[in-house]
């Protein structure tokens, strides 16, 4: 059986051979209770500083990512060249964020603009502080710029007159301007013990 409420998680091995085993192994302690592993859901990846060294002998491209929590996980480096984890937003809660976020604007425009904004910040302050986080500043960034667009967009139809052109619509941003994003949680600098969780 398969419940609505699954349990996500991620399980790390120094060897293939480790991870094909505990994979196998859980599988058949799962059937005891009469559940069931997501197939389509789980895959074992090679990941980590080895990953894409060890993918090139293979002859292949880049090492695989990952989903969980909202952001693809990918092999990556830092500036001064060192393996590192990095974390971008998934594309499908991407998309699912900006479907709302236009059709929240869409559904709210005839509201006075400055109660329109100030509704909109604190939704955008909210996707922030999810997705802020080290790595993350340029998706989140895409994501501002094109919530700005829809709100362009939709300010014009209040009317059958449009109500901006691009340069007025700059001005009306400074007067009323959309939430920037900063990075929020630089996860480097988490303390041992402390968790991101889902609200």
């Known amino acids: 059986m398969k419940f609505p409420c699954a349990t996500r998680l991620v399980c790390c091995f120094q060897h293939k051979e480790d991870a094909e085993k505990f994979y196998n192994v859980l599988i058949k302690r799962l059937e005891k209770y009469n559940l069931e592993i997501a197939e389509e859901k789980t895959k074992i990846i090679a990941f980590g500083k080895n990953a894409e060294s060890q993918r090139q002998q293979e002859g292949k491209g880049k090492p695989d990512t990952f989903d969980f929590l909202g952001f693809t996980h990918y092999c990556g480096k830092s500036r001064h060249g060192k393996f590192r984890v990095k974390r971008i937003t998934c594309s499908k809660k991407y998309r699912a964020s900006l479907k709302r976020a236009k059709e929240w604007i869409k559904l709210n425009r005839t509201m006075p603009v400055d109660k329109l904004v100030a509704h909109l910040n ?3 302050q909210g996707y922030y502080h999810y997705y802020s986080i080290t790595d993350n500043y340029h998706a989140v960034s895409r994501f501002r710029y094109q919530v700005i667009n829809a709100l362009f967009k939709w300010l014009n139809r209040r009317s059958q007159r449009k109500s901006f052109d691009r340069e007025k619509f ?3 941003l400074k007067k009323f301007p959309v939430a ?4 929020y949680v630089n996860i480097y600098d988490i303390k041992p013990g402390l968790t ?4």
């Open 180 to 183: 920037t994003p900063k990075v």
């Open 170 to 172: 700059q001005l009306f």
């Open 122 to 124: 604190r939704k955008m």
């Open 196 to 199: 991101i969780g889902l609200w």
